[in-house]
């Protein structure tokens, strides 16, 4: 305002209008949407140079993920009696290896039963017991596990649970790196031999003209002629045999005279 005047120039004009998105463009850099880091964990895919996941250490609250649990066994008194068990999750793995939770009688025994993870789920028992019960279990096999305190239940289970997600995760790293077969062709030459058109048919093989005898030679004498054999039907042969003529006429019958009676 001059003057008593009000000055309209091009700045008064725009800020009249008000431009809904004057304000987006306006807002600082550090306000801006973060751009996805195409480096970060979240955005690599299976089969990347990093190779296949792998257990985090630091999220085990069990120590190497193995301690001594008890295992629930048949018995031949009671059925099923609960037994004291070295469960162990083996974390030395290689590229082409998935984790499996193994038991043992004793520590250092070899494994007596093993559960591949993957595809496994834990789950806390109910009952009598069952503040300090839980199973680790799949669609064929399950493993019911006692521990000695609720507080060593939650442990074993939040450690389980963190290897079955990692275990599940490295399942498909594996199927998609997989080595191809050396019989398997690309998608694209697949395509290719499919769309191509199918090669002509031979045609089939003439079949043989039959052999042609030679020409007699000029001087040589014509062929005998066959003589014909006379044929007797069968008919004629049997009423000779009987007696009768070749014509088939009937033999003559013989008439044998009475001989008077004795006095």
């Known amino acids: 305002r001059t003057g008593g005047r009000i000055l309209y120039n091009d700045t008064t004009r725009r800020m009249g209008r008000r431009d809904p998105l004057a304000a987006n463009r306006a807002a600082p850099a550090s306000r801006a949407a973060p751009k996805a880091d195409k480096s970060s964990p979240a955005s690599s895919r299976a089969g990347s ?6 257990v985090d250490p630091a999220k085990l609250k069990i120590e190497n993920c193995r301690g001594p649990l008890k295992k629930t066994s048949k018995s031949r008194l009671s059925g099923r009696a ?13 590229d082409n290896e998935n984790y499996a939770l193994t038991y043992h009688k004793k520590e250092h025994d070899d494994a007596r039963m093993t559960l591949a993870l993957a595809g496994c789920a834990v ?12 199973r680790v279990f799949d669609a064929h096999e399950a493993f ?3 521990a000695s305190s609720t507080e060593e239940r939650r ?15 490295r399942a498909r790293w594996i199927e998609a790196n997989a080595s191809p077969r ?20 031979a045609p089939p093989p003439a079949s043989p003209a039959p052999p042609v005898a030679p020409p007699p030679p000029p001087d040589a004498p014509p062929p005998a002629a066959r003589e014909e054999q006379p044929t007797t039907s069968r008919s004629s042969a049997w009423n000779e045999v009987l007696g009768g003529g070749a014509d088939g006429a009937s033999p003559p019958t013989r008439v044998r005279k009475a001989t ?4």
Do not use: C, N, Y
Request: no cysteine; charged share 35%; glycine share 4%.
């Open 49 to 54: 140079p990093r190779g296949p996941p792998a």
């Open 155 to 169: 442990a074993w289970i939040d450690s389980l649970r963190h290897v079955i997600t990692v275990a599940d995760a």
């Open 260 to 263: 008077p009676p004795r006095e």
């Open 82 to 94: 609960w037994k004291k068990r070295w469960l162990r999750v083996r974390l030395d793995l290689k």
């Open 182 to 201: 050396p019989d398997a062709s690309p998608p694209a030459a697949r395509a290719a031999e499919d769309s191509a058109a199918p090669p002509p048919k």
């Open 144 to 146: 019911e596990l006692r």
């Open 123 to 134: 789950r806390e028992l109910e009952g009598a017991d069952g503040w300090r019960d839980f």
